[in-house]
């Protein structure tokens, strides 16, 4: 029934309670309850009297149907399952919890939501996730053991949903080590990998993906650093569209990582790096900070910094990063 209401409310417009009530099937002062519950979702609803209720923003819901019709023709027989949720814990939580995929290995599966209860963020922060505002998407694949250890997927991983955003018009876009997509200083989006698997594999890997479109004012408070959304840049595109060219742009990106690993990338992360040759420095809760000054990557992905005349390499998973 929430979400019902939801679909009503897209439009940005008025609707009365009575003309919802009628919709739903259920009297006024059940729309008024069911209005009021929205807020733990992110939505912030307007209520003026005369005219009802609307959406503080309007969003077009996703479509999954236009999602599977617009991936790349190569990818679209790759698509195991590509399932769409109006809400979810966590898209990636989701994913592994679910069987793996079956045979064949080059077989992958997709979540996206509208909402998250508890999107999750590098680190174990939360992931801020309103409804209808962003992009929530997280994508499952088999890899090798080979694959993981050449080092530098999650770099790749990255550059794929900066390239995405770039196809649809945004520019001033950037890499920060690891894999955090920022625009004119602020984060746009982020990726979360997770892994499961034995040793020898098959593993299985989860990209979890958020993108920033519209964040709510209302929804931003909660964030703990500078951010930004695609609105900012200027750039309109439809979520759906969007989620379509990431997918695709994945599934590309594993199968040319599994070729030829992370030398196949390296261009493009020295055109998107934000880091190299600025003062930096790591933070590591096991270890002291340490400040340096980035020289890009090496060739596993690890980011250098020299420190006192002396170049050091600094893995993902070990460190975080802060410009300064």
């Known amino acids: ?157 990255a550059i794929a949903v900066a390239e995405s955003l770039q196809a649809c018009g945004l520019k001033d876009a950037g890499l920060k080590w690891p894999n955090d997509i920022y625009y004119q200083g602020r984060k746009l989006a982020g990726i979360l990998l997770d892994l499961a698997g034995e040793s020898g594999g098959p593993y299985r890997i989860v990209i979890g993906v958020g993108v920033n479109l519209k964040l709510p004012v209302s929804a931003a408070r909660d964030i703990d650093q500078p951010w930004a959304d695609l609105s900012q840049s200027g750039v309109s595109v439809n979520r759906s569209e969007l989620a379509a060219l990431i997918i695709t742009s994945l599934v590309r990106t594993l199968d040319l990582f599994n070729e030829h690993g992370l030398r196949a990338f390296i261009k493009d992360w020295e055109r998107l790096d934000l880091v190299s040759g600025r003062a930096v420095e790591l933070h590591n809760e096991h270890k002291p900070m340490i400040k340096g000054v980035a020289r890009g990557i090496d060739p596993r992905g690890a980011l250098l910094i020299e420190h006192d005349g002396v170049t050091r390499s600094y893995h993902a998973g070990e460190v975080s990063i802060r410009l300064s």
């Not at 919802?20 to 979702?41: P, Y």
Request: aromatic share 8%; charged share 20%; with cysteine.
């Open 1 to 157: 029934m929430r979400y019902r209401l939801i679909e009503l409310l897209a439009d940005g417009g008025f609707h009365s309670g009575s003309s919802l009530g009628l919709q739903l099937g259920i009297s006024r002062a059940a729309i008024w309850k069911h209005v009021k519950a929205l807020g733990e979702m992110g939505l912030e609803v307007h209520a003026v009297r005369g005219r009802g209720y609307r959406l503080a923003y309007n969003f077009e819901p996703l479509d999954g149907q236009g999602i599977q019709k617009q991936l790349g023709e190569s990818v679209r027989p790759r698509i195991q399952t590509l399932e769409v949720f109006p809400a979810v814990d966590s898209t990636s939580d989701y994913l592994k919890r679910i069987q793996q995929p079956s045979p064949p290995d080059d077989m992958v599966r997709v979540c996206i939501a509208e909402w998250q209860s508890a999107g999750r963020g590098r680190r174990g922060r939360r992931w801020v996730s309103p409804y209808g505002a962003n992009l929530y998407l997280s994508l499952a694949a088999q890899v090798s053991e080979a694959m993981l250890g050449s080092g530098g997927l999650s770099l790749a991983v």
